[in-house]
Nanobody, 116 residues
Framework: QVELVESGGGLAQPGGSLRLSCVGS????????MGWFRQAPGQERQLVAT???????HYADAVMGRFTISRDNTKKTVFLQMDSLKPEDTAVYYC??????????WGQGTQVTVSS
C-alpha cells in the first residue's frame, strides 16, 4: 500500500509562485513514476506533469515553461514548482504514483487558487 500526502497549496496572485510537495510512504519510491494532476470545478482530472524513475519529465502544454516537476528519492518526495501562475491554474492538485506493474495511487489533493 502506498500513501501520498500533498502540501503547499494555497492562494497566489497572478504571476506569483507556489511549490507543492508530495511525500510518499510504503513502497520503493525510487522505482515509481510520479506525477501531478489537477481538477477544476466541473472539469475532468487532467495531467499536469510526470517524472519517471530515470528523471524523464513530461508536461502538459498548458504548463510547459512555467511549472517544474522534480523528485528527491532519499526523502520520498516529489515537488511541483509553479511559476507565472494564471487564474486558469486554479484547481485541486493531486499527487499520483504509478508502480512498475502499473498500479496507481492518489493523494487527497491540495487546493490551489490563483486570484487577485
Amino acid at each position: 500500500q502506498v500513501e501520498l500526502v500533498e502540501s503547499g497549496g494555497g492562494l497566489a496572485q497572478p504571476g506569483g509562485s507556489l511549490r507543492l510537495s508530495c511525500v510518499g510512504s510504503g513502497a520503493v519510491f525510487s522505482m515509481y513514476r510520479m506525477g501531478w494532476f489537477r481538477q477544476a470545478p466541473g472539469q475532468e482530472r487532467q495531467l499536469v506533469a510526470t517524472i519517471t524513475d530515470s528523471d524523464r519529465r513530461h508536461y502538459a502544454d498548458a504548463v510547459m515553461g512555467r511549472f517544474t516537476i522534480s523528485r528527491d528519492n532519499t526523502k520520498k518526495t516529489v515537488f511541483l514548482q509553479m511559476d507565472s501562475l494564471k487564474p486558469e491554474d486554479t484547481a485541486v492538485y493531486y499527487c499520483n504514483s504509478r508502480s512498475p506493474m502499473g498500479r496507481q495511487y492518489w493523494g487527497q489533493g491540495t487546493q490551489v487558487t490563483v486570484s487577485s
